[in-house]
């Protein structure tokens, strides 16, 4: 087996960005739309956003076929496919929804369920195939570049499709999301076209236990991967917590327009790019830094941006402090990530081998479920909080609950995550 040249990281990073281009439609714009546009509370997008992340538990059964020499170039490109016709799909049902609300309501049921499913199969593979196919030294090098572009992605998304939406139409809105998705999934044929191939990721055999049942358990029992399952799981639920929320926060509390708050959410991920950028340079380049402290910091200063979040509703000019507050929960949100994800890339080939698909899987599915609960939690509170008192306040107080969360998260992570035992990305340290 031939390990991937840097070019190679560079095209499966491109799946990533695709991914990232299609989930953002469906978590955030769609989200808004759905708040604001026809008044629905926002535990709906809630339950429909935790339902595409429900659904990703089954990640760790994409990663145990990716261990037992599955077709991994199949897997990628028919979750995309998949990940695609559900946005489409998502974005039909929540036109439907204007005239026909239960009808318009089991289409999205029907999609988010397809999205995750879309999500799970190509995300995960894909990680497999980059822990499988890279030099231990780039593992983390390669998880920074890749993420990085899905934040591009995300934020090169957001802010296109925000211009593009104003004036509002559902003409507009579905051929948006059509020609996205129709981008995506050829994008990611090109880039995955033969790199499992040349690199033997297709045709190495593997040693994987006969059931996944026996993989699994086999997992749990590393203190390492287990401990660090519970850290990304406490952590991404602070990470989540605000996805949600935020647009419906800046429509109802400043008055946002549609594409006024879509063009915040890729600011946000703007913000998310730069801290991550930021980071991936200081550490393996410069060598600033281990992952502990740039993890501990990232959760700290998010932390402190979400305050700002909070206190910004409830001034007269709020508004003018909610941009740089929101760019700096972004950069504090990717300094955090990509520590994390470093982390993640490296322990991934740690402990037994061939079962870099499982572990991923694992730490994927915890993430997912994560993910889901945090969104629903953070858009329930809101519904809560809105029944006691007003809109700028009841957002306010699940932003400080959330910065709570991170506080944990940072503590957790001074615990678990010890600077001499992590290597520094860009680096395996043997025998960890």
Not at 328 to 336: E, P, T, V
Not at 399 to 413: I, P, Q, T
């Amino acid at each position: 087996m031939t390990y991937l040249s840097w070019l190679s990281i560079v095209r499966l990073g491109l799946v990533q960005l695709c991914l990232g281009a299609i989930v953002v439609l469906t978590t955030s714009t769609l989200n808004r739309l759905m708040v604001v546009e026809l008044s629905l509370p926002a535990v709906l997008p809630g339950f429909l956003v935790g339902l595409h992340y429900a659904v990703q538990i089954t990640r760790p059964n994409w990663g145990f076929l990716s261990d037992s020499g599955g077709n991994r170039t199949r897997f990628i490109l028919l979750g995309m496919i998949a990940l695609a016709l559900g946005a489409l799909l998502a974005a039909a049902g929540f036109v439907v929804m204007a005239g026909a609300y239960w009808t318009g309501l089991m289409l999205s049921i029907i999609a988010y369920v397809l999205i995750g499913i879309g999500v799970g199969a190509s995300g995960t593979s894909l990680l497999a195939l980059l822990a499988t196919t890279t030099h231990p030294r780039r593992r983390a090098a390669a998880a920074t570049i890749t993420w990085l572009m899905m934040i591009f992605g995300i934020a090169v998304t957001a802010t296109i499709v925000g211009k593009l939406l104003d004036p509002y139409s559902a003409t507009r809105l579905l051929e948006l999301v059509a020609g996205v998705g129709a981008l995506a999934v050829a994008l990611t044929a090109l880039a995955i076209w033969g790199v499992e191939r040349r690199h033997g990721g297709a045709t190495q055999p593997q040693t994987a236990p006969q059931s996944f049942q026996i993989g699994m358990t086999e997992i749990w029992h590393e203190p390492r991967a287990r401990h660090f399952t519970l850290f990304i799981f406490l952590s991404m639920i602070a990470y989540f917590m605000q996805e949600l929320i935020l647009e419906p926060y800046a429509g109802l509390a400043f008055g946002f327009s549609p594409g006024q708050s879509t063009q915040l959410s890729g600011i946000q991920n703007g913000g998310v790019f730069a801290g991550m950028l930021t980071v991936g340079v200081a550490a393996t380049a410069l060598r600033i830094g281990s992952l502990r402290t740039w993890v501990i910091a990232g959760c700290a200063g998010s932390a402190l941006a979400l305050l700002v979040v909070a206190l910004a509703g409830q001034t007269a000019d709020g508004a003018d402090v909610l941009l740089p507050a929101t760019v700096a929960l972004g950069f504090f949100n990717g300094m955090f990530a990509v520590a994390a994800i470093g982390s993640m890339m490296a322990l991934a080939g740690e402990g037994r081998q061939e079962r870099e698909g499982t572990r991923m899987g694992l730490w994927g599915a915890s993430q997912a479920v994560a993910a889901g609960l945090g969104g629903l939690l953070g858009a329930a509170a809101v519904d809560i909080a809105r029944l006691f008192t007003d809109t700028p306040t009841a957002f306010g107080l699940v932003f400080v609950f959330e910065a709570g969360l991170f506080v944990a998260a940072a503590v957790m992570a001074a615990q678990i995550i010890q600077s001499r035992h992590q290597p520094r990305l860009g680096r395996i340290v043997p025998g960890e």
